[in-house]
């Protein structure tokens, strides 16, 4: 089945850094990367996603970027704000080879910002 | 509107009891789905099910037992509760289960077994 690294677990950075967040996923069929922010005490949330067809989206501050070839997936957060800290999960997805959809999610990093 | 909804959203018992938890989505989605978020915020997914039948059943005890009564609600009941069992439980919907859409939450509800 697909496997999901994501480092690092902990990314501590100050206000207006950059924070860079990584991926891997095993399985070359994968064709869909979603990124899902968890605050704390609430559900996790969609915040961007990519298909396997686009290298790279962006979304005012934050972008993902994907690379087919080596098997990896990136997400960038710009301006880092307070409001940005939480838990980010990446997460891959095929839609192809039975009935087995389903999200593999990376464990997660939790991204604090300090003002 | 809530669009998945989950009762209770907390939840304290005895080990050794048993226990149900209710979630619902209003957004007409085929696909549901159980999570467990343990205490290092792992998400592991549990069950699925599309269109009331299920199609993941991942390696979880057969203590737990998932029902979908109708397309809109999945129930997860779980018998002889155990101190491992304490953690936060998500269920989620996506339209259906082979598709590109985003995936909602519910709230989560927290477990906690003594």
Known sequence: ?115 | DTAVSQTPKYLVTQMGNDKSIKCEQNLGHDTMYWYKQDSKKFLKIMFSYNNKELIINETVPNRFSPKSPDKAHLNLHINSLELGDSAVYFCASRPTAHSYNEQFFGPGTRLTVL
């Open chain 1, 1 to 115: 089945g697909e496997n999901v690294e994501q480092h690092p677990s902990t990314l501590s950075v100050q206000e207006g850094d950059s924070a860079v967040i990584k991926c891997t996923y095993s399985d070359s069929a994968s064709n869909y990367f979603p990124w899902y922010k968890q605050e704390l005490g609430k559900r996790p949330q969609l915040i961007i996603d990519i298909r396997s067809n686009v290298g790279e989206k962006k979304d005012q501050r934050i972008a993902v970027t994907l690379n087919k070839t080596a098997k990896h997936f990136s997400l960038h957060i710009t301006e880092t704000q307070p409001e940005d800290s939480a838990v980010y999960f990446c997460a891959a997805y095929k839609n192809s080879g039975g009935s087995n959809y389903k999200l593999t999610f990376g464990k997660g990093t939790l991204l604090t910002v300090n003002p």
